[in-house]
Structure formats: C-alpha cells, structure tokens
Antibody, heavy 120, light 107 residues
Framework: QVQLQGSGPGLVKPSETLSLTCLVS?????????WGWIRQSPGRGLEWIGS???????YYNPSLMSRATISVDTSKNEFSLRLSSLTAADTAVYYC?????????????WGQGTLVTVSS | DIQMTQSPSSLSASVGDKVTITCQAS??????CNWYHQRPGKAPKLLIY???RLEIGVPLTVSGRGYGTEFSLTISSLQSEDIGTYYC?????????FGQGTKLEIK
C-alpha cells in the first residue's frame, strides 16, 4: 500500500527558507511516476507547486517565481521541497502526492498535509 | 494559466438525492480533467480522472463526463459520507490548476 508521510517545521519566519520532506513507503520512487507538492490556503485554494521524476527532471509553477526547488533522494525513497524568501502569503497546508497518468497530473496518493505558518 | 470555474460554490441536498457539480475550463483541455473529494482536515482524494474514468475503489454512484471546456461530476444517490468539498483540476497545460471548490452538505 502506497503511503506518503510529509514532515517539516510548522512555523517559519518571513524571508527564511522552508524545507519539507516526503517519505514514500510501499512503492519505490525509482520505478516510475512523478512526485509532486501541492499547497492549500483559504485565500489561494489548491495550488500545484511542482513535480519531480526519479531522474531529477522537474516541472514548477511559474507563479512561485523560481523560489521553489524540488529534489529527490532515491536511496531514502523520499523527495523534498525548498521554498525561499517566505512571506505570510506562503502560509498554507503543504501536501506531497504521487502523480501519474497521461501528463502526470493525476494525484492518486497524498500525504496527510503539513500546516506551515509564516510569522515572526 | 487555465482557469477552472466550478458551480455551484455550495450545495445542500438530502440523502438519496442526485447531485451534479459543473466545471468550466477557460480554454479547451480535451478530456484532461480530474475530480477530487476532500473531507475536513483530510487530503483530497482522487475520484475521477481523464474526465470520466472512475478511480479504483470509488463507488459506482459517482460518475464524470465532459470534453473540451465543460465538465460535470454526478453523484446518483447522495450518502452521508459524500459530504465535503469537491474540486476539479486540469492537467492539459502546465501549470496544473484547480477549481475553487464546491462545498456539499446534507440537509
């Protein structure tokens, strides 16, 4: 059974960098699929941040203006998100998810979500 | 970016009712539309992919249809566990985008 477990700090200061990790169990990241990050806030709704393949190939949402970096560690079967230059607008629940299907846009397994608050 | 506009934004219906939620894309996305269900405090769950294909484990009371710019999700017989918020999502053109959500409640 595929399971995703996200982890990271719940509170970060403005201008700092957020680091989140998603540990995958029940499926080897190296086999297939893209692996993505999505966030949700009352003001912006659900917003796709970006996705990565096990080879390291990445796609990002241009709205993040190059602040996001997604990486993968196949030896640990996990992938990570770094989001820099944080502001209050980045306060959200951050989800990691598996992305399959045509266009790799079908998010079929999700982590539990990590609430991140940006505040001094 | 492609805008996905859902209607209605909220809906109240009785157990056993048939309910339909619609989603309009700002440009042609062929059949590249997914539907998700989210319960409070939980992650979204994929229900329908490729506009009309039922994800494994989803009840047959749920169905999706549409092509181009008009899509819909139908629950043929509403059950109490169907409450929550429903989202459409397009994956035809990056960046992937979601609708604003339709909140479904039981009368």
């Amino acid at each position: 059974q595929v399971q995703l477990q996200g982890s990271g700090p719940g509170l970060v200061k403005p201008s700092e960098t957020l680091s989140l990790t998603c540990l995958v169990s029940g499926y080897s990241i190296s086999r297939s699929y893209y692996w993505g990050w999505i966030r949700q806030s009352p003001g912006r709704g659900l917003e796709w941040i970006g996705s990565i393949y096990h080879t390291g190939k990445t796609y990002y949402n241009p709205s993040l203006m190059s602040r996001a970096t997604i990486s993968v560690d196949t030896s640990k079967n996990e992938f990570s998100l770094r989001l820099s230059s944080l502001t209050a607008a980045d306060t959200a629940v951050y989800y990691c998810a598996r992305a399959g299907g045509i266009g790799s846009g079908n998010f079929d397994y999700w982590g539990q979500g990590t609430l991140v608050t940006v505040s001094s | 970016d492609i805008q996905m506009t859902q209607s209605p934004s909220s809906l109240s219906a009785s157990v056993g009712d048939k309910v339909t939620i619609t989603c309009q894309a700002s440009q042609d996305i062929t059949n590249s539309c997914n539907w998700y269900h989210q319960r409070p405090g939980k992650a979204p769950k994929l229900l329908i992919y490729d506009a009309s294909r039922l994800e494994i484990g989803v009840p047959l009371t749920v169905s999706g249809r549409g092509y181009g710019t008009e899509f819909s999700l139908t629950i043929s017989s509403l059950q109490s566990e169907d409450i929550g918020t429903y989202y459409c999502q397009q994956y035809a053109i990056l960046p992937f985008t979601f609708g604003q959500g339709t909140k479904l409640e039981i009368k």
